[in-house]
């Protein structure tokens, strides 16, 4: 942690960078640490890669769209929630200009890729990692702040219902909760809201569910189109894993979805089968319940056969 402290109080204007498909952890996580960087009196920029989901739009805005060349004197380079350099595609160009690299993380599977790295895999959330450095730090937070870290850990512990929660999470949130926000309106607009084109694509979905193993493997193939014909642009496509993870009987939820150049891949575990380790065979990586892959095969039924084939050995390994 010291390392990362000491390039973080020396620099004078920080560039953000959080994961490709940017969620709730990694927008909250770059709210929050921009914020702090300004309190501290450094400039800071977030450039995230691409359009970001609708439905997070109350996170905040102020970050840039990277276009390519963008990207203002910066003296570091922080990537946030990001498990390896891949993530961050092709604002990889602002990481290599900029030389000087922090790397903020907690998937167990990060590759430790810049100068400095603080990566705990036993946090719920980069959010909760973030709260233990400012607090290193003796930054004193506010409710904004505070806020951010809260959507940060809330939401990639889907309300603090997963097994990454400890109680050192649960402790983390209280002492958030103390500087005061409206927390049940971020849970509600995280959680609990969709919009009616969202349902109908996901009642399609359901529709759809394919069963491997007994019921044990419970799959959802789409294509980032498909939520054209419902005006849902490829970027708000809600969550579509969660449709097969909630299925009784389900042990790993996979949903493979069509993209541009392959099928991007998210694995879901519920009980002791470890879907990082699947995810990894295909150059991906993550948590042991909670993991993803971008797999370059010709079609979705290659795909397909290949995930169900990785999942099999990971629910035998459970055994
Ligand atoms: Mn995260």
């Known amino acids: 942690m010291d390392s990362v402290i000491d390039k973080i109080i020396k620099a004078k204007s920080v560039?953000?960078?959080?994961?490709?498909?940017?969620?709730?952890?990694?927008?909250?996580?770059?709210?929050a640490f921009q914020k702090v960087m300004r309190l501290m009196g450094k400039e800071a920029v977030i450039y995230v890669s691409g359009k970001i989901e609708?439905?997070?739009?109350?996170?905040?805005?102020?970050?840039?769209?990277?276009?390519?060349?963008?990207?203002?004197?910066?003296d570091l380079c922080v990537?946030?929630?990001?498990?390896?350099?891949?993530?961050?595609?092709?604002r990889k160009v602002i990481f290599d200009k900029i030389g000087n690299t922090v790397n903020i993380d907690h998937h167990f599977t990060n590759t430790r890729f810049a100068d400095a790295n603080y990566v705990?895999?036993?946090?719920?959330?980069?959010?909760?990692?973030?709260?233990?450095?400012?607090?290193?730090?003796?930054?004193?937070?506010?409710?904004?702040?505070?806020?951010?870290?809260?959507?940060?850990?809330?939401?990639?512990?889907?309300?603090?219902?997963?097994?990454?929660?400890?109680?050192?999470?649960?402790?983390?949130?209280?002492?958030?909760?103390?500087?005061?926000?409206?927390?049940a309106e971020a849970a509600r607009l995280l959680f609990d809201t969709e919009t009616l084109e969202a349902a109908k694509l996901k009642a399609e979905i359901t529709e759809g569910i394919k069963s491997y193993a007994d019921g044990k493997i419970k799959v959802v193939v789409t294509d980032e189109r498909a939520g054209e014909k419902y005006g849902i642009s490829k970027e708000d496509i809600p969550n579509l894993v969660?449709?097969?993870?909630?299925?009784?009987?389900?042990?790993?939820?996979?949903?493979?979805?069509?993209?541009?150049?392959?099928?991007?891949?998210?694995?879901?575990?519920?009980?002791?089968?470890?879907?990082?380790?699947?995810?990894?065979?295909?150059?991906g990586g993550g948590h042991i319940k909670a993991a993803g892959a971008t797999l370059h095969c010709d079609t979705a039924e290659d795909a397909l056969n290949a995930v169900v084939e990785e999942c099999k050995k990971a629910l035998e390994g459970a055994e």
């Open 79 to 90: 990537c946030l929630d990001c498990g390896d350099i891949e993530r961050i595609t092709e």
């Open 54 to 74: 609708a439905r997070l739009d109350f996170i905040g805005n102020d970050y840039v769209m990277y276009n390519g060349d963008s990207c203002y004197n910066h």
């Open 120 to 183: 705990d895999g036993t946090a719920a959330a980069t959010g909760e990692i973030l709260f233990d450095l400012f607090k290193e730090m003796q930054i004193t937070l506010n409710s904004e702040i505070a806020r951010d870290l809260y959507i940060a850990v809330s939401s990639d512990t889907g309300c603090f219902k997963y097994s990454n929660v400890t109680p050192k999470t649960m402790h983390t949130a209280a002492s958030l909760l103390e500087y005061g926000f409206d927390h």
């Open 242 to 283: 969660d449709i097969p993870r909630r299925i009784e009987g389900t042990e790993i939820a996979v949903c493979i979805k069509h993209i541009d150049d392959g099928f991007r891949i998210n694995l879901r575990s519920n009980g002791a089968a470890d879907v990082a380790k699947a995810a990894m065979t295909f150059g």
């Open 15 to 31: 560039a953000i960078l959080p994961h490709v498909n940017e969620d709730p952890d990694a927008l909250g996580s770059c709210f």
